[in-house]
């Protein structure tokens, strides 16, 4: 079989690569090269990148051979090792723009932040009240683990908050969470009184750039049906799997 060998130079080769590499990757620091070989030549800082990289590959820790040529194998080679690390690269970027808050990207900036949240924590409490005053248990359960859910989204959204966040869960929503489970009525009124004086301790001792605290922001138990076209006193009773 007559096979036509393509053969490019190598410094060409170095020179197409280094260009997509430094298209692609920006600003990158580079391992000082080894190589004996390559010191002086022309291409040498292009080497180092590439080698730095792990692209392309002396032959050994000291032997380049800058001025040889490539066979197609060693070309597909580098092509491959050069979009393996592109794509790498590229996942590590959105991963990492996706897993940590950055609010001067605008879809970051438009994700609900405390306040937003604290408006359906409310909501939710308010309806955990009246759920559990009518003994509908399930109800009341759904109405907590929906509060616990939307505090979540505080926590991703303003981690600054995250801590105080989860001491108010484990303090004050997990014991409610236990009278709910054990349908015992005086012991949710009690759990329920003590999440509210666990708002108010929160909101006074929470600041921001504009206050000092937020103890203007006082919690009550909620006198008011916040859903009245909600029947509460529905029996539970469709068992909760948890
Ligand atoms: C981590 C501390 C913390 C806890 C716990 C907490 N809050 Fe808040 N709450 C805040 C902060 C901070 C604000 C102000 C938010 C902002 O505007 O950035 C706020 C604001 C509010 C607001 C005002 C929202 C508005 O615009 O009307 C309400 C209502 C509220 N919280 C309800 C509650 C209720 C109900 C609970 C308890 C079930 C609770 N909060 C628990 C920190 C907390």
Same mark, same amino acid.
């Given at each position: 079989?007559?096979?036509?060998?393509?053969?490019?130079?190598?410094?060409?080769?170095?020179?197409?690569?280094?260009?997509?590499?430094?298209?692609?990757?920006?600003?990158?620091?580079?391992?000082?090269?080894?190589?004996?070989?390559?010191?002086?030549?022309?291409?040498?800082?292009?080497?180092?990148?590439?080698?730095?990289?792990?692209?392309?590959?002396?032959?050994?820790?000291?032997?380049?051979?800058?001025?040889?040529?490539?066979?197609?194998?060693?070309?597909?080679? @580098?092509?491959?090792? #050069?979009? *393996? /690390?592109? %794509?790498?690269? +590229?996942?590590?970027?959105?991963?990492?723009?996706?897993?940590?808050?950055?609010?001067?990207?605008?879809?970051?900036?438009?994700?609900?932040?405390?306040?937003?949240?604290?408006?359906?924590?409310?909501?939710?409490?308010?309806?955990?009240?009246?759920?559990?005053?009518?003994?509908?248990?399930?109800?009341?359960?759904?109405?907590?683990?929906?509060?616990?859910?939307?505090?979540?989204?505080?926590?991703?959204?303003?981690?600054?908050?995250?801590?105080?966040?989860?001491?108010?869960?484990?303090?004050?929503?997990?014991?409610?969470? @236990?009278?709910?489970? #054990?349908? *015992? /009525?005086? %012991?949710?009124? +009690?759990?329920?009184?003590?999440?509210?004086?666990?708002?108010?301790?929160?909101?006074?001792?929470?600041?921001?750039?504009?206050?000092?605290?937020?103890?203007?922001?006082?919690?009550?138990?909620?006198?008011?049906?916040?859903?009245?076209?909600?029947?509460?006193?529905?029996?539970?009773?469709?068992?909760?799997?948890?």
């Amino acid at each position: 079989m007559n096979v036509k060998k393509l053969v490019m130079s190598k410094k060409l080769l170095v020179l197409l690569i280094a260009t997509v590499c430094l298209l692609l990757l920006g600003t990158t620091a580079y391992a000082a090269s080894t190589f004996t070989d390559t010191v002086g030549h022309w291409a040498q800082p292009l080497i180092e990148k590439v080698a730095a990289l792990g692209i392309m590959e002396g032959h050994n820790p000291t032997t380049f051979g800058p001025d040889e040529n490539v066979t197609r194998a060693q070309l597909a080679a @580098t092509e491959a090792r #050069a979009y *393996d /690390k592109q %794509a790498a690269d +590229t996942t590590k970027l959105v991963n990492d723009k996706l897993s940590t808050v950055d609010r001067t990207l605008a879809l970051w900036n438009i994700q609900p932040g405390l306040g937003t949240v604290m408006i359906e924590y409310g909501n939710r409490m308010a309806r955990l009240w009246f759920a559990g005053n009518a003994g509908n248990w399930d109800m009341a359960q759904y109405q907590l683990d929906e509060m616990v859910e939307i505090q979540e989204v505080g926590e991703t959204t303003r981690p600054a908050r995250k801590a105080m966040l989860k001491a108010f869960e484990d303090s004050f929503l997990t014991p409610l969470g @236990t009278t709910i489970a #054990a349908q *015992d /009525k005086p %012991a949710f009124t +009690t759990a329920f009184n003590n999440m509210i004086a666990g708002c108010n301790g929160c909101h006074a001792a929470s600041a921001s750039a504009d206050w000092n605290s937020y103890q203007f922001v006082k919690i009550q138990k909620p006198t008011n049906d916040p859903a009245d076209y909600i029947q509460w006193n529905t029996p539970g009773g469709t068992g909760n799997k948890k």
